[in-house]
Nanobody, 123 residues
Framework: VQLQASGGGLVQAGDSLRLSCVVSGPTFSNNAMGWFRQAPGQERECVAAISWSGTSTSYADSVKGRFEISRDNAKNTMFLQMNSLKPNDSAVYYC?????????????????WGQGTLVTVSS
């Protein structure tokens, strides 16, 4: 299974970005997925996660109401819509997948990782 994240960039505070993660592999529709981020000097944190069907989602408190995770199983693609971006949202964003279908916010429970895409939000 390979994951390819894209969509990062340099934006101003208050702007929006949409990240995409394309997954190659036969079982994408069975896998729960998540978006993680890591800023310099900080631990990696999960910002959003979604179940295999897309019917269950979970968000970090810091992004609730601003970020939305979704997936298109027909296209093996997961998305993260990020609105009202803040400078402290700046980080490398990673997409990740689990071998299981249920939502998890724990990085230790993810089996597959993408290479990351950089998001920089200027004030």
């Amino acid at each position: 299974v390979q994951l390819q994240a894209s969509g990062g960039g340099l934006v101003q505070a208050g702007d929006s970005l949409r990240l995409s993660c394309v997954v190659s592999g036969p079982t994408f529709s069975n896998n729960a997925m998540g978006w993680f981020r890591q800023a310099p000097g900080q631990e990696r944190e999960c910002v959003a996660a979604i179940s295999w069907s897309g019917t269950s989602t979970s968000y970090a408190d810091s992004v609730k109401g601003r970020f939305e995770i979704s997936r298109d199983n027909a296209k093996n693609t997961m998305f993260l819509q990020m609105n009202s971006l803040k400078p402290n949202d700046s980080a490398v964003y990673y997409c990740a997948g689990r071998r299981y279908g249920f939502v998890s916010m724990r990085s230790s429970e993810y089996d597959y990782w993408g290479q990351g895409t950089l998001v920089t939000v200027s004030s």
